[in-house]
C-alpha cells in the first residue's frame, strides 16, 4: 500500500507552502519537521508545534493539523519525534517520556529564532498519545503560551495500568518481568524485537478502539510508509520508561491556556476528563463533542473544531 499524497495521507492546500527542516533537542538527536506557512503572509507569525498520534509520523494526523493551521494564518511545524520517522538517534522506534517531552522544547527552541516568527506567541498541539507529552511540556516550558490537546491518551498511565486502568500490581509485575527478559534477548542478538503495529486482519471479536485504528492506519486513510502504527510498531521494551515515570505529575502548575478536545464515543474519553480535573485556571477548557470517536480527531475536518482551535490560539498567543 501506498500513501496518497506523496507520502502524506492528506492533501496541502492551495493556500500554504511546505518546507522540510532540520534542527537539534537538548540531547543532540536531530528532529525533522514540515514547516507550513501561509502564502504571502507578511510580519511577524505566531507559531505552533505539532507532534502525535503516538506511533504515528508528520506526514499524517500531525501534518493535516499543521496544514489547516497554516491556511488559518500560522507558522505551523508537524515534527518526528526523536528516534522515528525522519528524525534522529541511533536507536530507532523507541520512546521516551523525557526525551519526547523534550522533543517538543526543541521545536519552540527552532521556531523562537525564526526572523518571522513572534518568538513570544507560541503555542503547541498534541494529538492521541503526544496529548500527555503535550501537557507535560507545557508544566516544563514557560514559553508555550497555549496548549491543544486531541484525543489526548496519557502514555504513563495506560503502559502502568493497562486500558481502562484494568491492569492490578501482580499483572503489572509480571509485565515488566516480560519486558526485561525482552531486554536480554535484544542485547544478546544486538537488536530490537518490534511489537507489531496495528495488525493486517482483526478477528471479528476484535474491540471497537482496535478496529477505529485500523479503519485508520491500515488504510488509504491515514496509512503513510514510515508510520509504526501503520507497519511494525515500537519495540517491544518501549514502554518501560513510561511504567515509572508519570508524565502529568505536575500539570497543575501549567498556567498558560489549555484547551483540551475529545470525542464522548472515544474508548480514551477517560484520560482527557481525568487530566483536565487537575488542571487549574479559568483559561482551562475542556470539549467533549458528540457522537466522535478517537481517530475522527486524527483527519475528519468536518469533525476536528479547527475554527475553535483558531480562536484559542488567536485569543492566547498575545
Not at 508524565?247 to 470525542?263: F, K, N, T
Not at 487549574?280 to 470517536?293: F, R
Request: with cysteine; glycine share 8%; net charge negative.
Amino acid at each position: 500500500m501506498k500513501s496518497k499524497y506523496d507520502g502524506y495521507s492528506f492533501k496541502l492546500s492551495n493556500n500554504v507552502t511546505r518546507k522540510k527542516v532540520k534542527f537539534h533537542n537538548r540531547y543532540g538527536v536531530e528532529l525533522v519537521g514540515d514547516l507550513y506557512l501561509p502564502q504571502n503572509y507578511e510580519g511577524k507569525l505566531s507559531a505552533i508545534a505539532v507532534a502525535g498520534p503516538f506511533g504515528a509520523v508528520k506526514e499524517q494526523a500531525a501534518g493535516l493539523y499543521a496544514d489547516e493551521m497554516a491556511s488559518r494564518g500560522f507558522a505551523a511545524m508537524a515534527f518526528d519525534p526523536s528516534f522515528i520517522g525522519e528524525s534522529g538517534g541511533d536507536i530507532r522506534n523507541v520512546a521516551s517520556p523525557d526525551i519526547n517531552t523534550e522533543d517538543f522544547s526543541a521545536v519552540v527552541d527552532y521556531l523562537s529564532t525564526q526572523e518571522f516568527i513572534d518568538p513570544n506567541k507560541i503555542g503547541i498541539i498534541g494529538i492521541c498519545g503526544f496529548g500527555g507529552m503535550a501537557l507535560n511540556a507545557a508544566a516544563m516550558d514557560t514559553r508555550i503560551k497555549a496548549t491543544v490537546t486531541s484525543t489526548m491518551y496519557d502514555m504513563s498511565r495506560v503502559s502502568a495500568n493497562g486500558y481502562f486502568d484494568a491492569m492490578d500490581t501482580d499483572a503489572r509485575y509480571e509485565l515488566k518481568q516480560n519486558l526485561n527478559a525482552q531486554r536480554t534477548k535484544d542485547y544478546k542478538n544486538g537488536g530490537f524485537v518490534r511489537a507489531g503495529g496495528v495488525p493486517e486482519n482483526l478477528p471479528e471479536d476484535a474491540p471497537f478502539f482496535v478496529k477505529d485504528y485500523h479503519d485508520y492506519y491500515k488504510t488509504e486513510r491515514g496509512y503513510t510508509e514510515r508510520s509504526l502504527n501503520s507497519n511494525e510498531g515500537w519495540n517491544i521494551t518501549s514502554s518501560l520508561s513510561f511504567i515509572n515515570l508519570p508524565i502529568l505529575q505536575y500539570s497543575d502548575e501549567i498556567r498558560s491556556a489549555v484547551l483540551m478536545i475529545h470525542g464522548e464515543k472515544a474508548h480514551s474519553c477517560y484520560f482527557s476528563r481525568d487530566a483536565f480535573s487537575k488542571l487549574k485556571g479559568d483559561n482551562k477548557e475542556l470539549l467533549i463533542l458528540p457522537d466522535t470517536v478517537h481517530t475522527d480527531l486524527y483527519d475528519q475536518k468536518d469533525v476536528i473544531p479547527f475554527n475553535k482551535l483558531e480562536n484559542f490560539f488567536k485569543e492566547n498567543l498575545v
